[in-house]
């Protein structure tokens, strides 16, 4: 039996075959710890992970001293909210962040305020979207930090964070991204995009798992942080542990693949989206969820009518490897928190599906899913008696 097509992007993605060539001699041959500055196993670990961390920070026009790797974007995320509450708290305890973040970010909040901080969950629109000026009117005098991710990992929305920084910078408040889902995807530029802190990861860009980074402004202003694992004193004593050199080189080889096929990347990606789009779209009843247009090229997201969610997923199951609502939530029967702060009832958040359209994914995949969804959606609507007149909203 063949295994399904993958279009699950944005839960990870298959390492590049040219990101693991690159990776491997620093298992074997090089393995050297890089914080080893007394012979040459050391040094050459050290040159490596020196390398890696000016492409990283060349990716977001930081500079290389501003990166510090963890194991993620959720550890960054950690690191970022929990290391700038415990370091601004006595300049106020007020933090900003948004209903559809990931729960990497919205935990953290919520583990704050359990510790006496105030958290603004913004809403969005039936789009996605912040409102601008209900973001501007929410700061406040004791307001510490914003937090509001580039691409949303469900619906693929693209916040404006030129806008948001412009707001942030002018009433003095730390702005953190999570970029998860927009390194090597989308343009990232922390100076012209005023970011004070940017949670990055390797895995949804080809790279492997385990590795990530928070950028951490320097300059103007320079950013304070409470650390939050003590140890060695590794990346400049904001996280001990030994650096994880394969990891990291693999990280920027992804990071460098993924910018300098950023433009053709996209393009395929829009293209195969609109190829399935175009199919399932025809039937009635199937709703676009997120931004039309201002979002990730590879991300399609649906309700669907008159079915079942856990039916739907279970059909398409041997075609295709989807999601429904996030991969961290996908085992819990509960509806997406995403779908229904676009103001979805909970059952048609429920009969959702998330398409991560990826690098390696081809038309006559995209054909056989789109065939696949379609019988499966009309026989279980066959079964449900399901007879309906509203059209697809959308176009994209
Ligand atoms: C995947 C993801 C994370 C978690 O990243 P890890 O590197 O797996 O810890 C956080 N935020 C967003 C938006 C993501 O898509």
Not at 83 to 89: I, K, P, S
Request: proline content about 4%.
């Amino acid at each position: 039996m063949s295994r399904p097509i993958y279009l699950d992007c944005h839960s990870t993605t298959p390492v590049d075959p040219q990101v693991l060539e690159a990776m491997l001699p620093y298992f074997t041959e090089r393995f050297g710890n890089p914080s080893s500055i007394t012979h040459a196993y050391g040094w050459e670990a050290e040159a490596a992970v020196k390398q890696a961390r000016q492409t990283i920070a060349d990716a977001i026009n930081a500079t290389p001293e501003e990166i510090v790797f963890t194991s993620g974007a959720t550890e960054a995320n950690n690191l970022a909210i929990k290391g700038v509450a415990e370091a601004y708290f006595n300049r106020g305890r007020h933090i900003v962040t948004v209903q559809t973040e990931h729960r990497a970010v919205l935990d953290p909040c919520k583990y704050l305020e359990s510790l006496g901080f105030e958290v603004t969950y913004l809403p969005v629109n039936s789009d996605g979207l912040i409102d601008l000026k209900q973001l501007e009117q929410t700061l406040r005098a004791d307001t510490i930090l914003v937090s509001v991710m580039a691409a949303n990992n469900e619906i693929g929305v693209l916040q404006p964070l030129t806008e948001i920084g412009k707001i942030c910078r002018t009433h003095q408040v730390l702005l953190h991204t999570d970029a998860a889902q927009a390194i090597a995807k989308i343009p990232l530029d922390v100076e012209g995009m005023n970011i004070d802190l940017m949670s990055l990861t390797a895995h949804k860009v080809y790279g492997p798992k385990g590795i990530g980074a928070l950028y951490i402004r320097r300059r103007n202003p320079r950013v304070r942080l409470a650390s939050q694992i003590q140890g060695g004193g590794q990346e400049r004593g904001m996280r001990s542990g030994t650096l994880y050199t394969p990891q990291i080189v693999g990280f920027a080889k992804a990071v460098e693949l993924g910018l300098s096929q950023m433009a053709s990347e996209s393009q395929h990606q829009l293209q195969l989206k609109q190829r399935l789009w175009s199919q399932v779209s025809q039937l009635e009843g199937i709703h676009l969820n997120g931004h039309p247009t201002q979002r990730l090229p590879g991300n399609l997201n649906i309700s669907v009518e008159g079915v079942d969610g856990s039916a739907l997923l279970l059909g398409l199951q041997p075609t295709a490897a989807v999601s429904s609502g996030s991969a961290c939530s996908s085992t819990s029967t509960t509806p997406s928190h995403v779908l229904t702060a676009l103001g979805h009832s909970e059952k048609l958040a429920y009969a959702s599906l998330r398409f991560g359209i990826g690098r390696f994914n081809t038309a006559e995949e995209i054909d056989k899913v789109a065939k696949e969804a379609i019988s499966t959606i009309q026989s279980l609507r066959q079964a449900n008696n399901f007879s309906n007149t509203s059209h697809s909203l959308h176009r994209l």
